[in-house]
């Protein structure tokens, strides 16, 4: 289970860096970062839910 994680992990990052067109972070402050990050992982979740 352990040798796998990363690899997850690593998908996760690459789906919304080259799916998702995500870049950058947008707004500034680790708490405004935090929150939009957070909202990134709601809609890979969804996303995954949804398919």
Do not use: C, M
């Not at 690459?14 to 947008?26: P, T």
């Not at 935090?34 to 839910?49: D, P, Q, S």
């Amino acid at each position: 289970y352990r040798s796998q994680r990363p690899q997850d992990v690593e998908a996760v990052f690459g789906n919304l860096k080259n799916n998702k067109q995500f870049k950058r972070f947008h707004l500034r402050g680790l708490k405004k970062v935090e929150i939009e990050f957070g909202l990134l992982a709601i809609a890979h979740n969804l996303a995954k839910v949804a398919s």
